[in-house]
C-alpha cells in the first residue's frame, strides 16, 4: 500500500504546504468571515477534508519525520509512547500514512463534534483552526489527546442525564491515554463549576498559585523518579526537560526575537481580546453554561503555563506546550463570539490577519531558506 517516503524535511515540501496554505486562505477567507452565513453540508464536509489532507501531509515539522521513523521502523517500540501509538503501529502494519490518518483523522472527527456541541458553525470553526493553529494541530499526537478531552469535557457538559455526564468524565479521563500532558487538562476540570466575575476571579487565580506552589514539591519529585526509571525512554525525556539549561523563551537578531514573540502573542492577544469582550457589558452572564466553563477551563490553562514560566520548573519546553494547549478553547470562544455578533467582524478579520499572519509569514520565510 502507498506509504510516505520522505526521509527529511525539504524544501520543495514547505514550498507545497505554502502553497497549499495560501490557497486554502484566498479561497475560504471570504465565506468563511460572514457571521450568520449558511453553509451546506457537502461545503463543509470539503472544508473538513482539506484540513484533514494538510494534516496528514504537513512534512514541515521535525515531529513528522520522527513519527514516520518511529511508524515505519517494524522492529522498534517506543517506550515513551503511549501504548494506544505502539498498539496501533502493529494493526496499521507500520504504514505511517495509515497511522496519520487514523490519528488526525480521529481528532479532527471529535474536535468536529465538540465544536458543533459548543454551538459554533463547523464552517467558520475549521476555517479558524486552519488558519491560525494549523501547524499546532498537525504536529504532535497531543492533537488526539486534546481531542477526545475537549469532546469528552463537551459530553460532562450536555443538559442530559447524569449516565451522559458520568459518560463524559470518563471520556474526558481517556485522553491521559492518548497523551500524557493532558493529565494537567483533568485536574483543571473542576474549574468548570466556578463562575468568574469581577469579585471571583482574583481569589480562584490566588488559589490556582498556592496550589501550583503546594504541588510543585510534589511534581518535582515525581519528575526525578521518572528521570531515573528503568525505562531509558521515559528516564531520556524527563531528563531532557528537567535538567537542560533552560534558555530564553525567544533568542537571535532582533528580527528573531520580534518574530518570536509574535508567535507566542497570538495566544495572548486572541484570549485578551476574548476576555475583554466576555466581561464588557456583563457578555459573560449572558452566556451558555457550557461556553462559561470552556472560558474557565482556557483561563486555567493560560495561568498554569505563566506559572511554570515563571516558577522556573524546567525546560520552556513545558510553557509553551501547556499554552498551546489554548487552542482548542480559542478557537470555539472566539468563532462563538464572532458567529454571534458580540464580536464585530472588523475585529474578528483584524485578529486573523494578526494572527494567521505569522503562520502565512513563517511558511513564506521558510520557504525561501529551505529549513
Known amino acids: 500500500m502507498f506509504d510516505f517516503t520522505t526521509t527529511s524535511i525539504t524544501q520543495s515540501g514547505i514550498i507545497i504546504c505554502t502553497v497549499f496554505y495560501l490557497a486554502m486562505i484566498a479561497l475560504y477567507w471570504k465565506p468563511a468571515t460572514i457571521a450568520g452565513a449558511c453553509h451546506t453540508r457537502k461545503s463543509t464536509r470539503?472544508?473538513?477534508?482539506?484540513?484533514?489532507?494538510?494534516?496528514?501531509?504537513s512534512w514541515t515539522n521535525g515531529d513528522w519525520i520522527h513519527y514516520k521513523e518511529y511508524i515505519q521502523n517494524s522492529d522498534v517500540s517506543n517506550d515513551s509512547m503511549e501504548d494506544f501509538y505502539n498498539w496501533l503501529k502493529v494493526v496499521v502494519s507500520s504504514n505511517y500514512l495509515l497511522f496519520r490518518i487514523v490519528v488526525w483523522g480521529s481528532a479532527l472527527v471529535l474536535l468536529f463534534k465538540a465544536i458543533n456541541f459548543y454551538g459554533v458553525s463547523g464552517y467558520p470553526a475549521l476555517f479558524f483552526l486552519f488558519a491560525i493553529f494549523i501547524n499546532y494541530f498537525d504536529y504532535s499526537r497531543n492533537a488526539l489527546g486534546l481531542a477526545v478531552y475537549f469532546f469528552g469535557l463537551s459530553v460532562f457538559l450536555s443538559d442530559k442525564s447524569w449516565?451522559?455526564?458520568?459518560?463524559?468524565i470518563g471520556i474526558l479521563c481517556c485522553a491521559t491515554y492518548f497523551h500524557r500532558s493532558t493529565?494537567?487538562?483533568?485536574?483543571?476540570?473542576?474549574?468548570?463549576?466556578?463562575?468568574?466575575?469581577?469579585?471571583?476571579v482574583f481569589p480562584i487565580i490566588i488559589c490556582l498559585i498556592v496550589a501550583f506552589a503546594a504541588l510543585?514539591?510534589?511534581?518535582?519529585?515525581?519528575?526525578?523518579?521518572?528521570?531515573?526509571?528503568?525505562n531509558t525512554a521515559?528516564?531520556?525525556?524527563?531528563?531532557?526537560?528537567?535538567?537542560?539549561?533552560?534558555?530564553?523563551?525567544?533568542?537571535?537578531?532582533?528580527?528573531?526575537?520580534?518574530i518570536g514573540y509574535w508567535k507566542y502573542s497570538v495566544f495572548y492577544v486572541l484570549f485578551a481580546v476574548d476576555t475583554i469582550i466576555l466581561f464588557r457589558n456583563e457578555v459573560y452572564r449572558q452566556l451558555p453554561f457550557r461556553i462559561k466553563a470552556l472560558y474557565n477551563i482556557m483561563a486555567g490553562i493560560l495561568i498554569l503555563s505563566l506559572m511554570i514560566y515563571y516558577f522556573n520548573v524546567?525546560?520552556?519546553?513545558?510553557?509553551?506546550?501547556f499554552l498551546m494547549m489554548m487552542y482548542v478553547p480559542l478557537t470555539v470562544i472566539t468563532v462563538y463570539l464572532f458567529t454571534r455578533k458580540i464580536i464585530t467582524r472588523?475585529?474578528?478579520?483584524?485578529?486573523?490577519?494578526?494572527?494567521?499572519?505569522?503562520?502565512?509569514?513563517?511558511?513564506?520565510?521558510?520557504?525561501?531558506?529551505?529549513?
Not at 474549574?191 to 466575575?197: G, T
Not at 510543585?216 to 528503568?230: C, E, P, Q, R, Y
Open 46 to 57: 470539503v472544508l473538513f477534508l482539506l484540513v484533514l489532507i494538510f494534516a496528514i501531509m
Open 163 to 168: 449516565f451522559v455526564r458520568l459518560l463524559g
Open 183 to 200: 493529565l494537567a487538562l483533568v485536574l483543571l476540570t473542576p474549574l468548570c463549576i466556578f463562575p468568574i466575575n469581577k469579585k471571583t
Open 216 to 230: 510543585k514539591g510534589l511534581f518535582l519529585s515525581f519528575m526525578d523518579n521518572a528521570m531515573n526509571s528503568d
Open 234 to 258: 521515559i528516564a531520556s525525556k524527563t531528563s531532557f526537560y528537567l535538567n537542560q539549561e533552560r534558555g530564553e523563551m525567544v533568542s537571535g537578531s532582533l528580527i528573531g526575537i520580534l
Open 314 to 321: 524546567g525546560h520552556l519546553a513545558l510553557y509553551y506546550r
Open 346 to 371: 472588523r475585529t474578528y478579520l483584524r485578529l486573523l490577519m494578526y494572527c494567521g499572519g505569522y503562520v502565512a509569514f513563517e511558511f513564506l520565510y521558510r520557504s525561501a531558506i529551505g529549513v
